[in-house]
């Protein structure tokens, strides 16, 4: 394992953990919605840590509502492996404490704050 800084087209300079191993985990960070969010790069997909996502972008928002609106748009989220929760702790996007962790992809989660922008309390 080591860190590298990654600076490509859309991507937030930041860590990269590379793995050699059964699964080759890239990490790194991405803006959404002015929130800057740690990601996986898992066969080609960006996937995000759906505690953080929770935590960052919908804090205002039940996390009731927040599952009901998964569950009408048919958005999937699935669990990381081992490997992975350990990269996403390495770069800070879930607590080290964590023993678990759900991923959403972006695709999915782009979804998603398109659907709850209405649902955030006026500033």
Do not use: W
């Amino acid at each position: 394992m080591f860190l590298t800084c990654e600076g490509t087209l859309g991507i937030v300079p930041g860590a990269t953990t590379d793995y050699s191993g059964p699964a080759n985990l890239h990490a790194g960070y991405q803006r959404i919605e002015g929130i800057n969010l740690g990601y996986l790069q898992i066969d080609g997909t960006q996937m995000f840590a759906l505690a953080q996502v929770l935590s960052e972008m919908f804090k205002d928002i039940p996390r009731t509502t927040i599952s009901k609106k998964m569950e009408s748009l048919k958005i999937k989220s699935r669990r990381c492996d081992l490997a992975e929760l350990r990269t996403l702790k390495a770069i800070n996007s879930v607590p080290t404490r964590a023993v678990k962790c759900s991923l959403i992809s972006k695709e999915d989660l782009e979804a998603l704050c398109t659907s709850c922008k209405s649902l955030s309390p006026r500033r």
